[in-house]
């Protein structure tokens, strides 16, 4: 599988897939969500609505509607606790999970943002590590796989992760 990380708008990513940083509700928010949201339209709001929210770890997914993507895969992320709770375990699956979904829909190009480290907390680095690791561990016919940044710190955080 290819790996790449890169600073960019995940909303305009042209991979098959995308994959939502979401809440358990699915019903939007802020931040990564927010702005899927409102780049997928109202459609996606119906869609999530429908599939009646997500665990923590867990991964569903809807069509993109008016992203460039295809789909939409929406996971929710643990909110960091100092590392003590099972954070990088949910981490962990968060990616497996979104990489299970994209099997399962045919998806060969996922972009991924920087799950669970913005307002639920995961301090960067060890995101980062955990992300990697999952994804080139991962079991999966997924080819490509982009971790969108959506700032350089975040970049580099990742970049770093991908080289060790």
């Not at 708008?9 to 409102?38: C, E, K, M, P, Y």
């Not at 996922?110 to 669970?116: D, G, R």
């Not at 561990?137 to 490509?144: E, F, G, I, L």
Request: include cysteine; charged fraction near 15%.
């Amino acid at each position: 599988m290819d790996l790449d990380v890169i600073v960019g708008d995940i909303t305009q990513q042209g991979t098959d897939a995308i994959v939502n940083a979401a809440n358990s509700s699915l019903l939007g928010g802020g931040g990564v969500d927010g702005a899927i949201h409102r780049a997928a339209g109202p459609a996606l709001l119906d869609a999530c609505r429908a599939l009646g929210g997500c665990d923590v770890g867990g991964a569903k997914v809807t069509p993109g509607f008016a992203l460039v993507a295809r789909w939409v895969i929406h996971t929710v992320g643990p909110r960091w606790h100092g590392g003590e709770e099972g954070e990088p375990d949910l981490l962990a699956s968060c990616y497996r999970s979104s990489l299970a979904r994209a099997d399962e829909v045919g998806a060969a190009t996922v972009s991924f943002p920087a799950i669970s480290t913005g307002v639920y907390g995961y301090p960067i680095s060890p995101a980062a590590r955990v992300a990697l690791d999952a994804v080139s561990a991962c079991s999966t016919d997924v080819q490509s796989v982009v971790f969108v940044c959506f700032d350089e710190a975040n970049r580099a955080a990742y970049q770093a992760a991908l080289e060790r």
